[in-house]
């Protein structure tokens, strides 16, 4: 049985080695210690490594040396999201640049407040700081075992502060902080697609296997009857981002039902870019123990 702990890997020391290194030699420096950091988690991560080499043989029929070489590839590219994302937020490069497939709704939603629904396709976060020119002021939630490290390190680095975080924890403290933050006309940033220890889910056919979906961002959504948009930020060739957004709908549909058009249009976008699928561990192992399957 494999499931997501509720925490992701990676210490404090790698990403303070990757700063120095974007502050004093630059980008592409960054991206070259990168290809030796990918190579080592192919070699010695052994469980995620596991995970991700299922998914690309068995989601996408690929065969035994493209699955290998496409493992290395998405977690270079896992890995230039996160030096991007730092990069732009901390101020130590203009390189990078994007465009977007639905800026108009992202403003919409500004002028409201709501919720963007994404998933752990591409990098959401780089879109909270490539779109300054619209204000767009974003609550990123995380679990709890999260928060700190990503928070301390976001206070000392980020220049942009456009981009806050949310944890989510037992005693239901985030739900305060989401309600002010939407009163504020705020946007919310969630995540339909993992779960932790004793959460609802539903068991739902997804890139040609049933897997099991968190029902919770989706009935959260309905009690607020709040505006949301399902959004993602993937990476392009060279340094480009491309940031997409569906139209804004208010939240008058059962909760299981928007779960149906997320899930539809998170498989079209993973279809379109397998290799930013960034969910390391046995996402159709329905043997979860803890989760409450409705």
């Not at 230039?80 to 203009?94: C, E, M, P, W, Y």
Request: aromatic share 14%.
């Amino acid at each position: 049985m494999s499931s997501w702990k509720g925490k992701t890997k990676g210490g404090l020391l790698g990403y303070q080695i990757f700063i120095y290194i974007l502050r004093n030699v630059g980008l592409s420096a960054a991206y070259l210690l990168l290809k030796f950091v990918s190579a080592y988690y192919v070699l010695f991560s052994a469980k995620s490594t596991s995970a991700i080499y299922k998914y690309f043989r068995e989601r996408f029929n690929m065969p035994f040396f493209k699955a290998w070489s496409s493992v290395y590839k998405n977690y270079y590219v896992f890995g230039q999201t996160l030096i991007d994302k730092v990069a732009i937020g901390s101020g130590s490069t203009k390189e990078i640049t994007y465009d977007t497939d639905g800026e108009q709704y992202l403003k919409d939603l500004k002028e409201t407040g709501g919720i963007l629904m994404g998933a752990h396709l591409g990098n959401w976060e780089i879109a909270g700081f490539l779109l300054n020119e619209i204000n767009l002021t974003t609550n990123i939630l995380v679990y709890e075992a999260e928060h700190e490290r990503i928070k301390n390190f976001l206070d000392k680095v980020m220049k942009n502060k456009n981009v806050k975080i949310i944890a989510i924890k037992n005693d239901l403290s985030h739900l305060f902080k989401i309600n002010n933050a939407l009163r504020n006309k705020e946007v919310i940033c969630m995540h339909g697609d993992r779960f932790t220890h004793g959460a609802r889910v539903v068991e739902k056919s997804f890139l040609g296997k049933t897997a099991l979906f968190p029902l919770g961002p989706f009935s959260m959504l309905t009690k607020l009857k709040v505006p949301y948009t399902f959004a993602y930020a993937v990476r392009g060739d060279g340094k480009h981002y491309h940031l997409s957004a569906t139209p804004v709908e208010i939240a008058t549909k059962s909760a299981l039902e928007i779960q149906d058009d997320y899930i539809k249009h998170l498989e079209k976008k993973v279809k379109q870019y397998p290799l930013q699928w960034f969910n390391y561990y046995d996402f159709w192992d329905k043997d979860v123990k803890g989760a409450i399957v409705e």
